[in-house]
Nanobody, 120 residues
Framework: QVQLVESGGGWVQPGGSLRLSCAAS????????MGWYRQAPGKQRELVAT???????NYADSVNGRFTISRDNAKNTVYLQMNSLKPEDTAVYYC??????????????WGQGTQVTVSS
């Protein structure tokens, strides 16, 4: 059984920083792309940033230059460093992983979500 466990959310004032972590655990055969998505109240879930197993990255325009995604393949962990946070970044942030479990098949897995609140 595969699990994605997120940590690092919380409350921060505008202009502040937070770092999210997401660790994939269980019977994983291969881990491909990993990423972060977010969903604000009343809005659809949207892509924040993704990274491939080779380290290529992709960012939403709204966070480009402020957020940095990285991963530690040895730990099956992806991080999201969020700087210069704005109130509009307030959302539940979800970790996503495209992986092949030992029991197969290849599929998308999601974490439980972590709340990020930016306000004064």
């Amino acid at each position: 059984q595969v699990q994605l466990v997120e940590s690092g959310g919380g409350w921060v004032q505008p202009g502040g920083s937070l770092r999210l972590s997401c660790a994939a655990s269980g019977s994983i055969f291969s881990l491909y792309a990993m990423g972060w998505y977010r969903q604000a109240p009343g809005k659809q879930r949207e892509l924040v940033a993704t990274t491939t197993s080779g380290g290529s990255t992709n960012y939403a325009d709204s966070v480009n230059g402020r957020f940095t995604i990285s991963r530690d393949n040895a730990k099956n962990t992806v991080y999201l460093q969020m700087n210069s946070l704005k109130p509009e970044d307030t959302a539940v942030y979800y970790c996503n992983a495209d992986l092949l479990g030992v029991a197969g098949p290849r599929a998308d897995y999601w974490g439980q979500g972590t709340q990020v609140t930016v306000s004064s």
